[in-house]
């Protein structure tokens, strides 16, 4: 929006940069910071291995996130993402005991179930006008009663298929993780759909101006059903992805993914009013979540200090660049 | 003349909840094993007044067209922090409550600043600073445990005169001194006028943000007792987020079957009390009919999912379809 | 009434939006115990008038006097302080609160800091009592109530409020007959009282009946001042008239003997907005949509559009009937509408989003193969448009906002013209541009028709729909009471054709009463 105030400095600086949303910039500089001040504390913040293993913990996160970006983009929110994520792995986990061709639908069976939990999220916001809010909280509560029916209440017994497994955890390109490798993919998928096609360019008009959109011929409705969907079903192929990297599904497997998702997004400067941000923030704000998880966790930050900081870090960061205009 | 017919329209969505819960009481009461008793009305009411209170915070924010998403996890820190506080000698047990229900307070005047003057969206607020409130709680209690003052615990949970659960008048004093002031003060009118149209509200000279800010604000204070009361059921405090996440969840089913309106301007905290304890009897409906408790989560979304459903039918009536973009 | 002092007296005030000027040293005198009509067409200055003297927005220039002294007002509140209450268009009720809660909604009564009941209860029934409406019960639901019964209550918020200046800004435009005379007696009563009231209405027969005195506003000045009745309403009209500028306009070849009729309504209702209305429009036909701001217009527009639901009567495409049910429906396949909204910030376009994005964005169906964007096809087709309307812009990857207001509507029809659309819808396409960019306009929709689309062009300003259409049907209260032709599109003939003083004397009030 704002150009920057620098202007003679921008004005020499590489044009992507002088491009970039200056979130997006922040995002990155704090990423650099952290790694900085985690080399202060141990060497080996720096090394290749210690980074490639941040971003393979990162590419789970970065998956569900993408989802949560489509959604956030067009102004909505998604928060039956915990769910999605459990009912995405135990789903699949659970056609793996159907004999082989159960175990060779696992995967696509996974992402049905979280695609089909968006669906409900979609016709209920496009076409009940839910507050979307609302909607997904109940879809949540739903997967929920739904997987604990399922399971009886333990924890699910099946266990990842292999495919799941070397998904999560092999190595087709020696060095990289195949996890970091699927994010890629689906990140520049995603970086397709949204810069280069038509749906993209709905979604980023619906969030800006919802009214324009349709006044403008867009069927907005079939936009947002579709994103929801498309959220639906990455939060449950980032389950299957969990599900394989740990063997098998968990309970509450989901509930450490939705803060963190929303907060990578919002943190990597899409607007949470929705029209405005770029795949490569979402990228920033995962890492940096990410990051900022790892060093806590070294510097062995117990589970409570790490919510604290999380939610200051996220109402901090959004009173800097995340708020309504002034005046309605 | 017709006083009562229009009285009668504004308490329809509380009356409709009332019926709602004395329909489904009379069911769970009739089927029960021990029947219609006093202990059976004890133990139901302690269930269904936690959430009533939770409920009621809702509300407030509600109104205002707003949402609290970390109202179960104040009631979670209070939980927390009442089984360190609230022990003692008299009058270090007064001092407890206090500091729990000041506690309750500021989360809720916290939410209320970064809402109003901080211009953020209370969905991504509330879930920031709820994550905030949890990870208090864990700080006091990274495992379950602690203490309360049991005579107070124990009288605040008992029966007056062997009949009427305590908790029942507790609840009612809360709506006394904290509800009813609010819904008839000037603020309690701007956090309504500001729920049902900020614009005309703001045309009108009505203290918009005063109001609003108290109404995040109380909505801490009653998660707290809220926090409280678990506290005095329970002996301990616990970090459970799922529970906190479950109570905040609860708490919206709760409201909507009250009848307030999730767009805001409309409703009672009254409502939202029975419709707290209609969903608390519905969902252990399924234990005096022997369904297995493993289907109660799923009942309760289900319940949840048609509760919020059904305002959709408003959306039927409009007739100009650019209303929907508003 | 004789020899009062001047109660409140406005003085060489001036006020701009932009560029454009809305008043430019307007004076007004205001007396007690007087009824004061305020007479002007679209855009005259009149509501911008309002707007001061209720302290909504500020003066650029000028002075205010009030019992002599000088005075200013920071907010409406301020206004109200000093007895100055405005009851304007849009309601300012708040829809979930009672009408009790309403009329003492900004001062309430209050014992022991709650708000007393009772004592609201008295104050609502009086004010409703005073203001003729003792029949709304305190305790209704404002959102219960119909339009006319809303207005009543806000015009009882406004006695509540003990105003010594009263602002009736087409206050009552919702009303039935027997509420309007019900409103009139109360204001022969507040008159007699030794209230000052303004009136503000495009109904000749209530101002003939109500009025003491008038004053005609034209192009943002006071133009006529005299006693009520001193006037006939042909003279009065004649006053309103008058335009400094005149446009440029092309010349009106208007539609081929063989031209068929592309868009076709037959007896087109909705709600209560739109009444029966029949029209057509052929293939290279301006036909202009006149009348008074309101009228129905707005929906009529709408309606065709696809966006009002409940709609009776039947649209018919090349003489086929056809059921639009979405902008999409509308928009694509072989309707081929296009509609230039109101508001072109909301419903135009995607302000923060770029001139490239927002210019294809009706279009993308088109510009893409299986929802990829074809880049290169883009570009060209953007080239294009940017040259054909000679759109003025930084680069095509700026927001869309940092455009100047003629250029953002420029966008706004260039990114329908990607569609190549055989109809065009224009809601008011000149509001709040340069007089420059108008003439651009006009030239291009002329150029439009000459090739062949039927363009249906609703304007509030009277020049431009003489100069631009070849036919012009006025619309009055969502009907269309008269169709001009070709020459007899006169100022004369819309002005007095858009406040129904033409022909039948007795005006709409029984028909909408009815």
Redesign the interface.
Known sequence: MSETTLGGIAGRMPKFLRRADPAVVTAFACIVILLLLGSLYSRSFLSPEYLLQQLKVASFLGVIATGMMLVILLGQIDLSVPWSVATGAMMACAAAAYGPVGVALAIPFGVLCGVAIGIVNGIGVAYLRIPSMIITLATNAVAQGLMVVYTGGFSPQDSATAAMRYLATGFTIPGVPNAVIIWALIGAAMVFVLTRTSFGRAVYGIGNRERAAYLSGIDTRRIVLIAFAVSGGLSAFGGVLLAGYASKAAQSMGDAYLLPSIAAVVLGGTSILGGRGSYLGTVAGVILITLLQSILSVMQMPEAGRQIIYGVVIVAMLLLYGRAPASR | MKDWRYWLAEQRGTLLAFGIFIVMFAIYSANHPAGFTANVVQTAANKGVLLAFVAMAQTLVVITAGIDLSVGMIFTLTNCMASWLVIGTGLETAFGVLAVLGTGLLCGAVNGAIVIYGRLQPIVATIATGAVFFGLALLLRPVPGGSVNEDLADFLTGRFFGVVPASLVSLLVIVLVVWVPFSRSEFGRAAYAAGSSETAAYMSGVPIRRGKFLAYTLAGLLAAIGGLFLTFFTYTGEAAYASGNAYTLFSIAAVVLGGVSLFGGKGSAIGAIFGALAFRTIGDLLFVFDFDPLWQPLFQGVILLIAVSLGAFALFRVRNRLEWFL | MDAATPLFRMEGISKRYGGVRALEKADLTVTAGGIHAILGENGAGKSTLIKIMAGVVAPDEGTMTLDGREVSFA???AA?QAGIVCI?QE????????VA??IV??D?P?RF???D?KAQRRIAEEALARAGASDI?P???VK?LPLSRRQMVEIAKALARKPRILILDEATSALTAADVAKVFEVLKRLRSEGLALLYISHRMNEIAELADHCTVFRNGRNVASYPAGSKSDNEVVELMIGREYSHIFPPKPGPTAAATTVLEARNLS??DRLDNISLSVKAGEVVGLGGLDGQGQR?LL?AF?G????LSGEILIDGKPVSIA???A???GRIGMA?I?EDRK????????TVR?NL???A??R??KA???D?AAEQRLIDDMVGLLAIKTAGLDI?VGALSGGNQQKVVIA?WLMRQPRIILLNDPTRGIDVGTKQELYQLMRKLADAGAAILFYSTDYDELIGCCDRVLVLYDGAVKRELVGAEITEHALIASALNIHGEGAGPRQGAGA
């Open positions: 907010s409406p509140a109200n304007f309601l300012s009720l708040i829809p979930e609160l009672s809660d309403n909604i900004s309430p209050k800091g709650m708000i009941r019960h305790r209704a639901l219960d909705w709600a929906e709408l559009f966006v009002l639901r409940g979405s902008p999409t509308a928009s694509h509609l909204p909301t419903e135009g376009l995607m302000l923060p989003m994005e294809s964005f009706a993308l169906d510009l893409s929802g990829i964007i880049r927001p990114k």
